[in-house]
Structure formats: structure tokens, C-alpha cells
DNA sequence: GTCTATAGGTTGATAGAC
DNA sequence: GTCTATCAACCTATAGAC
């Protein structure tokens, strides 16, 4: 069970983290955020690193969970790529810190949650991949390399929060629909 | 004027910066990768902060000075847009470890540089906003938020160097030739 | 559950010998 | 141009009082 206090020191750190990295944020500098002395911290959580992986872990699982659902599914490849795209959008938008900091210092997890988190990423490119290759089989996509495609796509996703939340005027809606539609069709008029 | 072991001592820096992020690299780390004590550094360079400014500043006057070239040329918005994507490609490949650096630790740059940094990039920002505004005014691009369009695009070739290093048998025309018709054109077959 | 005090280690950087 | 020795500041984490 994690108590209120911990989700709320979780949630603070992530915040520090996002804006500075996880080295440049010390014990002192988050329990000066929460209006404590660094030793309390320890009555809550056990270690630095065990408020990294909560963190990275949390999202790591929600993006694995969300394929699994979608990857089975007997749809056509464009919308499982719609649907793909809308889930990192909402995820983007409901755990914006927690997705930097899975993007930035995902290398400073401790041996054994960096392992278990590099089997995370590479398990959901793997279904991604597949869903692309399918694609370009059955005629449905462009013949291209396959690995362009899967990176072209997955770093705008992965790097959305940068630049939604110097936007968070930007209705969901037209996010999802113009982001599909350049992500999918581009950008040049046919 | 930089002497040769400076040279080697920054481009070594890139590579730990790259690997493990700036805060997580010490003085006693990059000395070691190159043979000698930590304290000799200082014969060559004047502070660490001074390694990262001259790796991060490098890259982005670079991009500027390109974007400064190739924004007023009387060419269409889709031979800009490819000649951006061109010159990303050939720094990402030239500057692999340079780019990292300036994509996960321009934070860490010291109040002037970091002014100086944030100028550049947001000056670089606005002439691309302008190429596609200009392309959704006159017709060439799709009606779509251009917000959308300016960061779906630079995303993707911003962090284009993290997987450009896991793939260096990809050659150079295949992903110009490919990248290209993706951020332009989609993937979904017409 | 928070505090003070502190252990034990690492950090960036300097002084001065060679 | 490199070394050894060292400093002051900072780090994560623990012990024990309240």
C-alpha cells in the first residue's frame, strides 16, 4: 500500500525531477518542496531510487498494459495506429512529469528495475513493429523502412510532454485529430 | 584558440554526457577515460560547466546558421521543409554525442548561456513556424494546427540521434529518402 | 512523523612539487 | 602537463530524541 504522504512526495519529486533530472535534484531540495527536513522523507520512502522507479515503473506498465489490450485486436492497421497515438496522448496529458522523467533518467534505475524496464521497452517496439510490417504487407501503409517508421512515430509520442505543456490551451480533441492525421497522412496536400 | 587536447578532452565528455547525463558524470570519470588525474583537466579547461556550454552552443549556432541560410531562399515551403530534414539528418550523423548533450542537459548551462541557448532555439523555432504558416497560407501544406505540424516535425528530428546510434548500418540516402516522404507525406497509402 | 546530529562518501576545484 | 594532497561543500542515508 502506498499512503497519501508517499504518492504526495512521489508526485512532488517528479515534478523536480522533470524540470532539473534526477541527479540534479537532491534529498534536501524535495523535502524543502514539501515543507520538511530531508531525513523525514525516510519515514516514507526507503531510498532515492525507490521514488525513480515507482515512477518510471507506473507509466513502463501503463504504456505495456494499453498494447497488450490493442495488439490482439481484429482492427485494420490504421486503427490501431489511431489508437495507439490517442493513448499516448492521454497519457501525455494525465502523467505528464512521470513521462519525462521515463524519458530522462530512465538510466539511472537501479540494476534491476533498468532490466526490467529495458524488457518493457523493448516488448512494446516489438508489437509496434509488427503492427507496421503488417501494415506495409497487406498494403495498407507505404513501402518504407520499417525502423523509420517506428521511430518517426514513436519519438513525436514519446516527446510530446515537452511541448504540451507549454501548450495546455490545446483542446484534446483537435491534439488527437491533427496529430493522427500529420503522424498518419502528413503534412504536404495531396 | 582550442588545442588539440582540449578537443579530445570535450569530445570524450560528450560521450559520458551522452551515455549518462551530465550531473551523473564526474571530473574523476572523464579524467580516467582519458588516462590522466582529475586535477590535470584544469590545464585545459576552466570548469566543467565550460565543457557543456562549448558542446551545447556548438551545435546550436550551427542549426541557426543553417536555418539563417536556407530560410530566406525563394524556393516552395516543401524544398525548405526538405533541406531542414536534410540538415538535421547530416548533424545528427556528424554530432551524434554533441546533440544528446544539447537535448538532455541544456538545462544545466549556467544563467548566460542558458539565455543564450534559449534565444537561439526559440529564434530557430520561429523561422520554422513561418515556413509553415506560409505553406498552409499559399496552399502547399494541410490546414492544420501549426503548432502541431512545427513540433511533430522537430521532434522527430530532434531525438532522430537516439536511434540513428543503434542503427548505423542505416545508409545516409535511404534515410534521407525515407524520413523525408514520412514527415512529409504519412505512411498510410494514399 | 518530524526533528537534530552526524556518519561516510563524493563532488568540483586549487596549490604546489616535479 | 601531469601528479599528489587537500579543501569546502554537498550528497544519501541512519540513529535516536521528542
Same mark, same amino acid.
Do not use: G, Q
Given at each position: 500500500m502506498i499512503s497519501e504522504r508517499k504518492k504526495e512526495i512521489i508526485t512532488i519529486a517528479a515534478k523536480l525531477f522533470k524540470e532539473k533530472g534526477y541527479n540534479a535534484v537532491s534529498m534536501r531540495d524535495l523535502a524543502q518542496e514539501l515543507g520538511i !527536513?530531508?531525513? *523525514?522523507?525516510y519515514n516514507h520512502i526507503s531510498s532515492k531510487q525507490e521514488i525513480l522507479a515507482i515512477i518510471i515503473l507506473e507509466v513502463a506498465e501503463s504504456f505495456t498494459q494499453h498494447m497488450q489490450k490493442t495488439?490482439? !485486436?481484429?482492427? *485494420?492497421v490504421r486503427q490501431k495506429l489511431e489508437e495507439i497515438i490517442h493513448m499516448h496522448i492521454e497519457i501525455t496529458i494525465q502523467k505528464t512529469n512521470y513521462l519525462a522523467c521515463l524519458n530522462?533518467?530512465?538510466?539511472?534505475?537501479d540494476e534491476k528495475n533498468l532490466a526490467y524496464y529495458i524488457e518493457m521497452r523493448n516488448g512494446y517496439e516489438k508489437q509496434l513493429r509488427k503492427i507496421i510490417s503488417e501494415g506495409i504487407e497487406n498494403g495498407e501503409?507505404?513501402?518504407?523502412d520499417e525502423e523509420i517508421i517506428l521511430f518517426s512515430l514513436l519519438s513525436t509520442l514519446r516527446t510530446l510532454y515537452l511541448w504540451y505543456s507549454k501548450k495546455p490551451s490545446l483542446k484534446i480533441e483537435l491534439l488527437k485529430r491533427d496529430l493522427t492525421n500529420t503522424l498518419l497522412s502528413g503534412v504536404i496536400k495531396a
Open positions: !527536513k530531508a531525513a *523525514s522523507l495488439f490482439p !485486436k481484429n482492427i *485494420s530522462n533518467d530512465w538510466m539511472h534505475l501503409l507505404e513501402k518504407r
